[in-house]
């Protein structure tokens, strides 16, 4: 755990960046600090490298005072993306990803090994990248590379200043989707620094909201959108919270149970369903679509009655409570089903399911 505690910084010209800071940041989670430029969040990442030391106030990581630790030491077991990249640029990726392996003197077969590791780890082909230089990548590719070095030496503690800011929101949604299965990997304890929102609620396990150096609230992202402590942080947050707080719940905690009829089979299964529409499915459990009970006719067959479903309308467990609510309006729909890796029947989502997750929080 980093344990800040009273934290102060004044800057030379009497800037009071950060203004009496105390937070427990949790092991092997990722904390986000938000909020808007100038408000102090480099400053008080910096601090927990030592790169700037407070005015006053302490910093403990695990237990251990880090003013009391030799500054190096400190910092090889702390990765750090700086803001703006950083890449050093007359080193090639290569070079600049084994920038602390270097400093730990580790053999070469080893940093070799990490290298491809780390490369293919944030989606970067290592015979095509190992040795561009800096300027010869584009803006993703730059903050790739930073990720790639901050992790480099395995270290238990990752800063993140804005490590996403220089790509095109496209790609920046796929870095954070690629992260977020990295950080399940990994499960390092991550201090994330962004000013935007949506990023935030897409990575955090925990938000620090800050202005003018001091921090208003610090909460899981749930709690932040469902109780926002004050305006600033209630504006903050943007008037689409209830929508924001659905994309942190995944479908498989609301699905419902529904039992599918197999079309292969006769049409006496109808007999049990009480709703006016029922999910089908194929021999093997796939689901194919759907079948309006009132369209029945004695001696039809079921295959005559089915709407078949495009992949668009069917949701899989994973998929968030938003998606699901999007998908519905797009299809005009009150339901949707879930399904499994092999396409095989789950469950259902339903509108009024949705809009109980909204009343009750
Ligand atoms: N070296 C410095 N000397 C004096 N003032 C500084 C220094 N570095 C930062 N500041 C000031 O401290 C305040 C906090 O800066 P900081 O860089 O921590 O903000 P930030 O939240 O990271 O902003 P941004 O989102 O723009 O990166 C700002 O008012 C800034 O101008
Ligand atoms: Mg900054």
Excluded at 275 to 294: C, M, N, P, Q
Aim: glycine share 6%.
């Amino acid at each position: 755990m980093i344990k800040l505690e009273g934290i102060t910084k004044r800057y030379d010209d009497r800037t009071l960046a950060v203004d009496n800071v105390s937070l427990e940041i949790p092991s092997n989670q990722l904390t986000v600090l938000i909020g808007p430029s100038g408000c102090g969040k480099t400053t008080t990442l910096k601090m927990i490298n030592r790169i700037i030391s407070p005015t006053s106030g302490k910093i403990l990581i695990d237990g251990r005072d880090i003013s009391t630790v030799d500054a190096k030491e400190l910092r090889r077991g702390i990765g750090y993306v700086i803001q703006n990249i950083g890449l050093f640029p007359h080193m090639t990726v290569r070079e600049n990803i084994a920038t602390v392996p270097r400093l730990l003197k580790w053999e070469k077969s080893r940093t070799q090994l990490r290298l491809d590791q780390l490369l293919e780890l944030v989606g970067l082909e290592p015979s095509v990248f190992s040795d561009k230089l800096p300027r010869e990548l584009s803006g993703g590719q730059a903050q790739r590379v930073g990720v790639a070095r901050a992790l480099a030496a395995d270290p238990p503690i990752v800063l993140m200043d804005e490590p996403f800011g220089a790509v095109d929101p496209l790609t920046r949604v796929k870095l954070q989707d690629e992260f977020v299965r990295i950080q399940k990997e990994l499960s390092k304890t991550i201090v994330f620094v962004t000013h935007d929102i949506d990023e935030a609620i897409r990575l955090a396990d925990r938000i620090g909201v800050m202005k003018d150096g001091k921090v208003l609230q610090y909460d899981s992202a749930e709690d932040i959108l469902a109780s926002p402590k004050n305006k600033f942080v209630h504006d903050f947050m943007g008037s689409d919270r209830a929508l924001k707080r659905l994309s942190r719940r995944s479908v498989n905690e609301f699905m419902e149970q529904s039992k599918p009829l197999f079309v292969s089979k006769g049409w006496e299964q109808l007999k049990e369903v009480k709703e006016s529409f029922v999910w089908a499915v194929d021999e093997e459990g796939k689901l194919i679509g759907w079948i309006h009970v009132s369209d029945f006719k004695e001696g039809k067959h079921l295959s005559e009655m089915l709407t078949e479903l495009s992949d668009d309308e069917m949701l899989s467990a994973e998929s968030t409570v938003k998606e699901a609510l999007s998908r519905m309006l797009e299809s005009g729909t009150m339901a949707l089903p879930v399904i499994g890796k092999e396409k095989e029947f789950l469950g259902q989502i339903s509108m009024y399911k949705i809009q109980e997750i909204t009343r009750n929080g």
